[in-house]
């Protein structure tokens, strides 16, 4: 939100009145590089035997969060009116229900000195001979 002081900017118009390598068109280009949405339609900007002009934006990242927007009188000699609108925003969904996980009551001594039992008999198994495991399996000969 600000004035922005870019005459030849048509933000409705989606162009720009200024020419193609002006300081307005580089904004312009800006603007619709990062997908903003400027949300003022009317001028902003009076000044006697000058035409009305729209010199004050309000830009958003997406479309339907501005509303509501006033066009109040100027405070003291500007020649730019006051903006005033109404912006909808939404609180993020908090997760107070979820499960979380201590991690650091864990006993990890103990899941080490079980692991170690584990691969320990894992190791005797390997060791254990084929040729027992071969006859055990293949059952009865013929």
Known sequence: MGDFNYPGLDFDGHGVKAGDGSVEAQFFSKTQDLFLVQHVTEATRFRQGQRASVLDYIFTDEDNVIDNIQYEEPLGKSDHCCLTWVI???????????????????????????????????????????????????????
Do not use: C, M
């Open 88 to 142: 909808t925003v939404s609180k993020a969904e908090s997760n107070q229900g979820s499960n979380r996980l201590n991690y650091w009551k864990g006993d990890y001594e103990a899941i080490r000195t079980s692991g170690l039992r584990r691969l320990t008999g894992l190791q005797n198994l390997l060791q254990f001979p084929t040729s027992l495991i071969n006859g055990h399996i293949s059952g009865p000969r013929l």
